[in-house]
């Protein structure tokens, strides 16, 4: 997360005193999290509030990324991939493959309540595929 934060402050300046060669081959996996076949990559990021988190798809499995809406700060915003409102939602859904992303794809989350928030992959939840977000002050 303080690379990726890091690249977004120093971006231009970076450029400006010469290193966008080195800079452009970082900018290429501007995520916080990525999603393997049975994981999230890392499994638990800190952050502080205010930041996003960006989640990628690097598999060729099909994911979500499902806030447990008891398991997030009570103030907090839910969240899940798809834009759904609650977690019954997101699992009604999912029965469609809603919200699900492919290789590739992204979703990002900005966090404005400190807390820890555990969220889950759906189609890969009882092979543990589960992660959490820490937001600090």
Excluded at 9 to 20: E, H, I, K, L
Excluded at 23 to 52: I, K, N, S, W
Excluded at 94 to 123: A, K, M, Q
Aim: charged share 25%.
């Amino acid at each position: 997360m303080y690379r990726r934060r890091f690249l977004e402050r120093a971006g231009t300046a970076g450029v400006a005193v010469g290193t966008s060669l080195a800079l452009a081959g970082c900018l290429a996996d501007q995520y916080d999290v990525g999603m393997t076949a049975t994981g999230f990559v890392p499994e638990e990021v800190t952050v502080e509030v205010g930041d996003r988190v960006v989640w990628e798809n690097t598999s060729v499995r099909g994911h979500t990324v499902t806030a447990y809406e008891d398991a997030i700060p009570e103030a907090a915003d839910y969240f899940a991939s798809g834009g759904f409102e609650s977690e019954a939602a997101a699992r009604d859904a999912w029965s469609d493959f809603g919200g699900r992303l492919e290789n590739g794809d992204r979703f990002s989350h900005t966090f404005s309540v400190p807390g820890r928030y555990d969220y889950v992959c759906i189609p890969h939840e009882t092979g543990g595929m589960v992660g959490a977000v820490i937001v600090e002050e």
